[in-house]
């Protein structure tokens, strides 16, 4: 009972905070909309089995003016929006159940809102994702053309290493809360040298973004089949590749078990049923000034404190070990198509912004090149709005590398989340063209 009691304390705290900075507006008053967001746990229940999609969409909606603009955003909180708008005329995209849609879009068009359906089944593609058997993980057997479990992931890593020794090692570099060994690729046609310039890529770090593991994958086979000891143009030999295929392994496992669309850690949080932070609200850089949520549920929290997963901890302390070498931090996302610089907290603009345009701009042409695809370079807080505690200021701010970046991979918003396996080779391939450019623009200006 004592703890039932602090318990409606500390919510009474909050709430009375958030009131006095007005953070709750006129269109998020209970009798005004309906029951928030259901957060899976809650579905589901920790026995239950896979949670089932049928009946769902993903809608995608326009905001017209100010007034739906702001009646949007006071929707972020409530319902899982897999994009959100950064403005007028740009859409974003919400998640709904058969029961809630008819409500939700009648009060958005109420308010002003254009309303289409994005996705009108979400359950095919996510079984058009997850068919097939079991996959083989020799890594010169490997489908990479192909989604695959974290089993799968763990065993081509170790093949693969095995298979490449004089190219290829791997290294712990974290375990997560459950315990699963993380570990990272060093790519690179000479392992000794221990002064070559790093260029580290995380994947994973949001666990429904299949795409990105499987690009992080695609590209560790490229830079290692397409070496040629007698070219003199391999970037291997510019630069040591750092690839973490899988940050986020636990909450990546259950979005394959349990929820395909889970998108946070796995870690309990004291005080609440629901469980998992969103890792990329948690790193120790501005945390909790923006852009995140105080509340475990929500898909966006940031956690009870900077650092307070093991995965970010562990992750950062692992980077600050090699924050010399790094020259390039990049955190592979899905989905949107843009390529993200800092700051995403705040509007201000780093010393550094015209190299990070520039260099954004460099990658984006490149990638247009392969496919005709359009990304596009931007400050995190020009894109969204301000973001706190996320992987691109941190490693700017704290571990001092200059380019650190996010990317958010293939589509724009045709498949989202559930982007199908025949997209994994078009995506790897500009990806690693834009990855290719990034490198050459710090050559030419000789900041390698």
């Not at 496919?371 to 709005?385: A, C, M, T």
């Amino acid at each position: 009972m004592a703890l039932l009691n602090l318990y409606f304390y500390l919510a009474l705290v909050v709430f009375g905070q958030q009131m006095s900075q007005g953070r709750f507006t006129q269109f998020q008053r209970k009798d005004d909309f309906h029951q928030p967001f259901k957060h899976p746990d809650k579905i589901t229940g920790s026995t239950a089995g896979r949670r089932d999609y049928s009946g769902y969409k993903v809608l995608r909606v326009t905001p017209s003016d100010s007034n739906s603009y702001n009646f949007l955003e006071s929707l972020t909180n409530q319902y899982d929006f897999w994009k959100r708008s950064n403005g007028l005329g740009d859409p974003a995209d919400i998640l709904v159940s058969v029961d809630e849609r008819q409500l939700l879009i009648s009060k958005l068009k109420d308010m002003g809102c254009d309303v289409t359906i994005m996705i009108d089944d979400v359950k095919s593609l996510i079984q058009n994702q997850m068919k097939g058997k079991r996959r083989k993980t020799r890594s010169s057997e490997f489908d990479y053309n192909n989604y695959h479990r974290l089993g799968e992931i763990i065993h081509w890593i170790k093949d693969f290493t095995a298979d490449n020794r004089k190219l290829v090692a791997k290294k712990r570099i974290l375990n997560t809360y459950h315990g699963r060994h993380v570990y990272q690729l060093r790519i690179s046609s000479n392992l000794r040298n221990k002064t070559k310039p790093i260029f580290l890529m995380i994947g994973a770090t949001h666990a429904r973004e299949w795409i990105s593991p499987a690009t992080m994958m695609y590209v560790a086979n490229f830079l290692v089949s397409s070496y040629d000891p007698e070219r003199t143009d391999n970037l291997i030999d510019t630069m040591e590749f750092n690839i973490v295929p899988v940050l986020n392994q636990d909450g990546y496992r259950f979005s394959w078990k349990r929820d395909r669309m889970w998108r946070k850690t796995r870690n309990p949080n004291p005080g609440s049923k629901c469980k998992g932070t969103d890792a990329n609200r948690n790193y120790d850089s501005h945390w909790g000034t923006g852009g995140s949520s105080a509340s475990p549920c929500d898909q966006m929290y940031m956690g009870y404190a900077p650092n307070s997963t093991i995965e970010i901890r562990s992750l950062q302390n692992h980077i600050l070990s090699i924050k010399e070498r790094v020259k390039i931090f990049m955190d592979v996302h899905s989905y949107g198509q843009y390529l993200i610089y800092p700051y995403g907290y705040s509007l201000n603009s780093t010393e550094d912004e015209e190299d990070l345009r520039n260099a954004t701009q460099a990658a984006a042409d490149a990638i247009e090149a392969v496919h005709g695809e359009l990304y596009i370079g931007v400050q995190g807080s020009r894109l969204y709005d301000v973001v706190s505690g996320t992987s691109a200021d941190w490693g700017y701010d704290v571990a001092g590398i200059k380019y650190s970046l996010g990317i958010e991979l293939r589509d724009y918003g045709y498949e989202g989340f559930l982007l199908s396996p025949s997209q994994i080779r078009p995506t790897s391939e500009e990806f690693y063209a834009g990855c290719k450019a990034m490198v050459k623009y710090l050559q030419d200006n000789n900041e390698l």
